[in-house]
């Protein structure tokens, strides 16, 4: 078992700030593995909490191994832990915090994501939201379009004891195709605030300057074509400066929670 006395570290016990998420990745990194704590049984793939320490720091994580991943027809096997990672990387390049760090890394099943896991109420989703959420709620509106979210279920939005939201289970995310499913669909063919447009022409530039630490990081993780559809859908965005709308086919997941 992990020492107690070890000061655990989750996001909803500070500010969001980079600093702070930055040193939860490097304990996610590069901490030991000293417990796994069972099975997350309601998921579709095979998911475990993991407490992750080293010198300072403790914290539980969900653990989502490469090989404990069901076969999908529409993306490749063995790529869903990649994509929960280019997630958080992408979240954090917006500077929103939206995504709890996330790494790739060995576990006790082989290579996988450990993403921090944050302290909430299970009985509060998205459909439990009221008004005060709705600028954090733009934020991950413009969120899913970019990252090609298929699967934005009212329970992959899970609120903190500060009232901040986070989100959860990207592993379906960056296809080529369009494939937008969520439930956040409020804000539907309104003009995006122009803070969240500039924060998205900076992750474009951070993914169009050629050599940049951004296209490094996830160039081993995506396909070269799931990273030109990503730049296509950002480009899209800054041009129209709209929020999507619902098109032909599945545009909500199912079930919805």
């Known amino acids: 078992m992990a020492d107690k006395s070890l000061p655990l570290f989750p996001p909803n016990q500070q500010p969001p700030g980079g600093h702070h998420m930055k040193r939860v990745q490097m304990l996610l990194s590069t901490g030991q593995i000293v417990n796994t704590h069972g099975v997350m049984r309601w998921g579709s793939n095979y998911a475990a909490l993991v407490t992750i320490r080293d010198e300072e720091l403790q914290a539980t994580t969900v653990y989502k191994p490469q090989r404990g991943e069901r076969p999908l027809w529409d993306f490749p096997d063995g790529t869903l832990c990649y994509r929960e990672v280019v997630a958080y990387e992408i979240s954090e390049t917006l500077g929103w915090h939206l995504v709890p760090p996330t790494v790739l890394r060995d576990g006790p099943h082989g290579p996988g994501s450990f993403q921090l896991f944050i302290v909430h109420n299970p009985e509060i989703n998205y459909f439990s939201l009221d008004d005060r959420f ?124």
């Open 134 to 257: 709705i600028s954090q709620l733009q934020k991950y509106a413009v969120f899913d379009y970019i990252v090609n979210n298929a699967d934005r279920k009212g329970g992959h939005l899970l609120l903190d004891a500060e009232d901040k939201l986070w989100g959860i289970d990207h592993g379906l995310t960056f296809h080529t195709m369009p494939k937008l499913r969520t439930v956040i669909w409020d804000f539907a063919g309104q003009v995006v605030p122009t803070a969240l447009l500039q924060a998205v022409q900076h992750l474009r530039d951070e993914l169009t300057c050629g050599d940049g630490e951004l296209i490094t990081r996830i160039s081993s993780l995506l396909s070269a074509s799931e990273i030109t559809a990503l730049i296509r859908r950002i480009n899209h965005l800054l041009d129209c400066k709209t929020y999507p709308k619902p098109g032909p086919g599945p545009n909500y997941p199912w079930p919805p929670v």
